[in-house]
Nanobody, 126 residues
Framework: QVQLVESGGGLVQAGGSLRLSCAAS????????MGWFRQAPVKEREFVAR????????YYADSLKGRFTISRVNAKNTVYLQMNSLKPEDTAVYYC???????????????????WGQGTQVTVSS
C-alpha cells in the first residue's frame, strides 16, 4: 500500500496561486494513477484532476480546466496541483488519492481510489 501526505495549502487572496504537493511513501509510486479531489463545507467531495502512472495522460474537471494543472515527478514520489487565478469558491480541503488499478482512463468517482491523504486546507479570500 501507499501513504500520502499533502502540503502547500493555506490562505490566499482571490486571483492568487498555490501549488499543492502530495508526497507518497510505501509501494512504488509509479504503480499508481493519482488524483486530486476537494471538499468544501456541506458539499460532497468532488473530482479535480487525475494523472496517469507515467504522467502522460491528465484529466480535469471541466469547470477547472485552464486554471489548475496536475503533474507528477515519479523520481520524487510526488504529485502536484498548481492552482492559478484562485476564486473564493475554490475554498475547500484538497485531497490526493491513489488508484492501484491499471486503468488509464478518466476516473472522477472518489470510490474508485484506494488510498487517501489527510487533506490540506485551501482558503481563498475575496
Amino acid at each position: 500500500q501507499v501513504q500520502l501526505v499533502e502540503s502547500g495549502g493555506g490562505l490566499v487572496q482571490a486571483g492568487g496561486s498555490l501549488r499543492l504537493s502530495c508526497a507518497a511513501s510505501g509501494r512504488t509510486f509509479s504503480s499508481y494513477a493519482m488524483g486530486w479531489f476537494r471538499q468544501a463545507p456541506v458539499k460532497e467531495r468532488e473530482f479535480v484532476a487525475r494523472i496517469s502512472r507515467s504522467g502522460g495522460i491528465v484529466y480535469y474537471a471541466d469547470s477547472l480546466k485552464g486554471r489548475f494543472t496536475i503533474s507528477r515527478v515519479n523520481a520524487k514520489n510526488t504529485v502536484y496541483l498548481q492552482m492559478n487565478s484562485l476564486k473564493p469558491e475554490d475554498t475547500a480541503v484538497y485531497y490526493c488519492a491513489a488508484d492501484e488499478s491499471r486503468y488509464s482512463g478518466r476516473r472522477d468517482d472518489s470510490r474508485e481510489y484506494d488510498y487517501w491523504g489527510q487533506g490540506t486546507q485551501v482558503t481563498v479570500s475575496s
